[in-house]
């Protein structure tokens, strides 16, 4: 039933405007003490206690270099293959030549070959130095190759599937003391003996390039094309002449092949851009035009 409150308007029974306010004032007033109370405990909790997030150390993001070079040596920054020369004089030419024939005959891979040349050479690491020293001549433009590394900073390789000893021996004598330093080598060690043994020769980067897919090099160039790439190299230039710069010319950006070598044969079979050379003057330029 409905009945007129004061407004005149109709209302339900059991409410009135009065009640009402009397309820709501109830209502405030009972949000007010709860409001209080948890106020009150809130205040007296002990805050939660932070763990601390722990630091994680990051590797900071390599320095961007826009270009590197990897360099062959026997062949590519020497007029001469230089550890052949070495196999014909100490351990002598049909040694030599038989060896280079299984190669041929495909009956030993890289490692094979170079393992067999040295087999039969008895002297040792000064006789080894100062033949090599003696005996080679820097590829004209190698010398200005480097320079051009050197003054943009780009960092120049020399991977080599020779032997570290005589490399070493070869730029010492025949480069300025300032491009040598720039110059890093990466190559195959020799261990010397007096006995009938001969010459053996270590694999330092075997696992690496066997990790990375090759098991033919031994020391597989590829591995110098990733190292560089992973210290922040935006394009690698590869250069070379033989059967070992095979992967070399898979991996690098781009390609600087010796015209008449098997390497440049490889790459016009295989369909990989290259650059004939019979100087590196144009990969000296190259690099310092480098945008």
Not at 15 to 43: H, K, N
Not at 147 to 157: I, V, Y
Not at 219 to 233: F, H, I, P, Y
Request: aromatic letters at 6%; proline letters at 4%; glycine letters at 10%.
């Amino acid at each position: 039933m409905k009945s007129a409150g004061r407004s005149g308007r109709p209302r339900e029974r059991g409410f009135d405007d009065e009640g009402l306010v009397v309820e709501c004032a109830t209502v405030t007033s009972m949000c007010r003490r709860v409001c209080g109370i948890l106020g009150a405990r809130l205040a007296r909790a002990r805050p939660p206690r932070l763990r601390a997030r722990p630091v994680i150390a990051r590797k900071p993001a390599p320095a961007s270099v826009a270009v590197a070079v990897v360099c062959d040596f026997d062949g590519t920054a020497t007029v001469l293959d230089i550890g052949d020369e070495i196999s014909k004089h100490f351990g002598g030419l049909p040694q030599w030549e038989a060896e280079s024939a299984r190669f041929r005959r495909g009956e030993l891979d890289t490692r094979g070959i170079i393992e067999a040349i040295y087999a039969r050479v008895t002297a040792n690491e000064a006789e080894i130095r100062a033949f090599a020293a003696e005996r080679a001549r820097l590829r004209p433009g190698f010398a200005e190759l480097v320079a051009a590394c050197r003054d943009r900073g780009a960092p120049f390789l020399v991977a080599s599937g020779g032997l570290r000893q005589y490399i070493e021996a070869v730029l010492d004598a025949h480069l300025e003391p300032a491009l040598r330093a720039h110059v890093q080598v990466r190559a195959n060690e020799a261990r010397f003996s007096s006995g009938a043994g001969g010459l053996r020769v270590a694999f330092p980067g075997e696992a690496t390039s066997r990790e990375l897919g090759c098991s033919t090099c031994g020391s597989c160039k590829r591995v110098a094309v990733r190292d560089l790439r992973e210290a922040g190299a935006v394009q690698v230039i590869g250069l070379g002449d033989g059967f070992a710069d095979r992967c070399l010319a898979q991996f690098a950006d781009r390609v600087f092949a010796r015209t008449g070598s098997y390497l440049q044969r490889h790459c016009e079979a295989s369909r990989i851009a290259h650059t004939p050379f019979e100087t590196l003057h144009a990969a000296a330029e190259a690099v310092a035009a480098y945008r």
